[in-house]
């Protein structure tokens, strides 16, 4: 098979992959955005944004979202061993950027419900998937975590939450973005 040749408005930029080239250029490809919930062997709720995430298959059902080990939330919600995936509307940036950023209570002055199956349900969200942890793999700073899922909760029907090159939505010319930290990459998600 042969390549094509770049048209005149392609180039041809090959580099060897820093973090920073790494995330700049993975942000090219959009993403729904969620948040994974879950409480801690301690009874308190926790939480982080996360755009990693994906169906795995129907038979058994299984789903999949990528955590930084070194996160707050990810640790706790392991030892328990269940969790809730918060799929986000368009409009709820303000959600995202509370569980997105290291900084403040996630919880504090939410409106927010502990669902059946013992995890945090957050309000407006398009859906919700429950699971229990199924495997765990580990990949450089982030674990590849599968879960079984338990339960399916179609909330509202509204436009989804998409992250692309640092922002939100999709404009069909937005630029790359320069900065790291557009509304909490540098806290570290998960």
């Not at 392991?78 to 799929?87: K, L, P, S």
Request: glycine share 14%; aromatic share 8%; with cysteine.
């Amino acid at each position: 098979m042969t390549a094509e040749p770049l048209s005149a408005t392609e180039t041809l930029l090959e580099t060897e992959p820093t973090p920073q080239l790494m995330r700049r250029t993975m942000g090219t490809f959009a993403s729904g955005v969620t948040v994974v919930t879950g409480v801690g062997a301690d009874g308190v709720p926790v939480g982080f944004a996360c755009q990693s995430f994906a169906s795995v298959s129907l038979d058994p059902p299984l789903v999949l979202f990528c955590a930084d080990h070194r996160g707050r939330a990810w640790p706790r919600i392991r030892e328990t061993g269940r969790f809730a995936v918060n799929i986000l509307a368009a409009e709820q940036t303000d959600l995202c950027g509370r569980f997105g950023s290291g900084k403040g209570r996630k919880y504090e002055g939410l409106d927010w419900e502990l669902s059946r199956w013992g995890t945090p349900s957050l309000p407006g969200v398009l859906t919700r998937v429950h699971a229990d942890v199924h495997d765990v793999h580990g990949a450089g700073d982030h674990d590849v975590v599968v879960g079984r899922v338990l339960g399916l909760e179609a909330v509202t029907d509204r436009e989804p939450m998409l992250f692309f090159r640092g922002g939100f939505g999709v404009q069909s010319l937005a630029p790359a973005a320069t900065s790291l930290d557009p509304w909490g990459w540098g806290d570290n998600w998960g």
